[in-house]
Structures are given as C-alpha cells and as structure tokens.
C-alpha cells in the first residue's frame, strides 16, 4: 500500500531563517507530487507540483522554492523565512494529472515563524 | 478563474440527524470534477466524494451524498446518520477534465460538529 511522509511534524523557526520540509512518498513509482499551504481560515492553496525528477511548477510566486531530487522525495525550501510564511503545509500526492485521480494528503507540517 | 465558495463557516448536526454543506463554484469549464474533502482534527485530508460534472447522477458513498445542480453551479454534501466520527472541516474542491488537470481549487471549508 502507499503511504505518505512528512517532517518535522511541527516547526517553530526565527524569522529570516531557513526551511526545508520534506515529503517522500511509498509504494508508488512516478507520482505527481504537490505541496499546499493552508492557512489560518482559508483554503488550500496549491504552491507546487512536480510530474517527474527536476521538474517543478510553481503556482504562486513567493518566497518558497522546491526541489524534487528524486522520484517519490519532495522538498520545499526557503533561504529566508517570513513572517507570512507561517501556516500548515501539506504534501500530497496522485497517480497522473488528469482530474479524477485522487490527491492523497500526508499529515502535514506546522510551521510558526517568529 | 475558478473559485469555489463556501458560504458555512461552521455547522452543527445532532448525532443521528442529517447536515448538508454547501458549495457553488464558478468556472466556464464544461467538463470538471469536484470533491469533498474531510480534514479531521489529526489534520489528514482524506477524500469523501467525487463527482463528474459530465455525469448527471449523483454520487453517493454510504452515508455520505451530493446535491449536483450543474446549471446553478452547485453542489452540496448530505451527510446521513451522522456519527461523532464526522467532525471535522471540510472543504469543497474542483479542478478542470483535460490534460493539464492538476490544480485542485479549494473552497474555505465548513467546520462541521456532531452533538452527542
């Protein structure tokens, strides 16, 4: 069966500091992977996806990048954390893009930037 | 673009009763999915239902239902028999057929408590 990984669970970081949260993925081969951030009383927002190695979209421009080195790890990272990058982060996962296929969620990471 | 709206901050149900949470959304799609997705307070986001707006019945799981009015671009999630295990947030999503799918739209989400 798949599974789907992320730490640090919890993160408590100073402000212009760096970040990297990580997302691996188990048993499943080329998964399309994407990382969200939900924020206090909104939505999910969709920051990245990747369809394979090296390639990463980015949907909003902002302080984040990431970074897919291998198949099924997934990273996000930051060289200088803002205060409004403060929030839940949520990796996630699915087998091709096409619409139908379910995006599988890991249990997220809490990130507080002081 | 698409936005998906959802009008119910916060909801309550009596265990054993019905809810249903509401969702419009706007696109100019013809063909699209929608969802639900629940968020419990271990915070794992888990998909309850999902529908094809091609398809005109609608989608049912157990308890679980929705109320898919395509021309007025809504659709909404009965839930039947609540359980204390329902609580949770749950959030309304859409994201276009085709090739290019890949972007879940998100709605704010309604926060739903079961009174025991």
């Known amino acids: 069966s798949q599974t789907i990984h992320q730490w640090p669970a919890t993160l408590v970081q100073p402000v212009g500091s760096p970040l990297s949260l990580e997302c691996t993925v188990e048993?499943?081969?080329?998964?399309?992977l994407y990382w969200y951030r939900q924020a206090a009383g909104r939505g999910l927002q969709l920051l990245f996806y990747s369809v394979g190695i090296g390639q990463i979209s980015s949907e909003v421009p902002q302080n984040l990048s990431a970074s897919r080195p291998q198949d099924r790890q997934f990273i996000l990272s930051s060289k200088k954390l803002l205060l409004s990058d403060s929030g839940f982060y949520l990796c996630?996962?699915?087998?091709?893009?096409?619409?139908?296929?379910?995006?599988?969620f890991g249990p997220g990471t809490r990130l507080t930037v002081l | 673009a698409q936005t998906v709206t959802q009008s119910q901050p916060e909801m309550s149900v009596q265990e054993a009763e019905t809810v249903t949470l509401s969702c419009t959304y706007d696109?100019?799609?013809?063909?699209?999915?929608l969802f639900w997705y629940k968020q419990p307070p271990s915070r794992q986001m888990i998909l309850v239902i999902r529908q094809e707006a091609y398809k005109q019945q609608n989608a049912t799981e157990n308890r679980f239902s929705v109320n898919f009015q395509k021309a007025a671009k809504s659709f909404s999630l009965k839930i039947s028999d609540s359980q204390l295990g329902d609580a949770a947030m749950y959030f309304c999503?859409?994201?276009?057929?085709?090739?290019?799918?890949?972007?879940?739209?998100f709605g704010k989400g309604t926060k739903l408590s079961v009174i025991p």
């Open positions: 999503a859409y994201t276009p057929v085709g090739a290019g799918s890949y972007q879940l739209t």
């Open positions: 996630a996962w699915s087998v091709g893009l096409a619409g139908y296929n379910e995006q599988f």
């Open positions: 696109t100019s799609e013809s063909d699209y999915y």
């Open positions: 048993g499943t081969s080329n998964p399309n």
